[in-house]
């Protein structure tokens, strides 16, 4: 067994829906600290961003759609390490909302296997298209959207 695979055989997959938002408040609170690290223009929005306003916003946006949630958590040590949360909107667009892994786990195939199950996920739900927002500062993350047939169409300037 190569050591990938036996990296992600310790793992496990939980999904469900809004209910298990709270469960990823670190691992989402660690991703927005990396975006505050990466922002060239936004620090002050990422500075004022917290788990709670966050937590509200999905709510808002998907009181008239569905959420799920998945979590990738690391059985012999109970520790999760991992997250996505997609939405499907209430005209059928389905989103990345926010996934990450942390750094001592990316490489074993844990970011794929979120991003595969949001993607089926909306499939089941008949999505009629399916979007990821990437934050100015990681496009480094492209590359792994892009394996998932995800590809750049626009650029939004927002004034700062």
């Given at each position: 067994m190569s050591a990938h695979n036996a990296g992600?055989?310790?793992i496990s997959f939980l999904?469900?829906?809004?209910?298990?938002?709270d469960e990823v408040r670190q691992l989402w609170e660690e991703l927005n600290q990396h975006h505050l690290s990466l922002s060239p223009n936004f620090k002050p929005y990422y500075e004022e961003m917290t788990f709670p306003k966050r937590k509200q916003a999905l709510l808002q946006k998907?009181?008239?759609?569905?959420?799920?949630?998945?979590i990738a958590v690391d059985r012999?040590?109970?520790?999760?390490?991992?997250?996505?949360i997609?939405?499907?909107?209430?005209?059928?667009?389905?989103?990345?909302?926010?996934?990450?892994?942390?750094e001592a786990y990316r490489g074993m195939g844990i970011g794929g296997k979120l991003m595969k199950s949001a993607l089926s996920w909306m499939e089941t739900k008949e999505a009629a298209k399916k979007i990821v927002i990437v934050a100015a500062g990681n496009e480094q993350?492209?590359?792994?959207?892009?394996?998932?047939g995800f590809?750049?169409?626009?650029?939004?300037?927002?004034?700062t």
């Open positions: 992600i055989s310790k999904c469900g829906n809004e209910s298990l938002l998907t009181a008239r759609g569905e959420m799920r949630v998945d012999e040590k109970n520790r999760k390490v991992g997250y996505c997609s939405s499907l909107d209430c005209e059928q667009t389905g989103e990345v909302e926010s996934i990450y892994v942390l993350a492209f590359g792994f959207y892009e394996r998932y590809r750049v169409r626009k650029t939004m300037l927002e004034e």
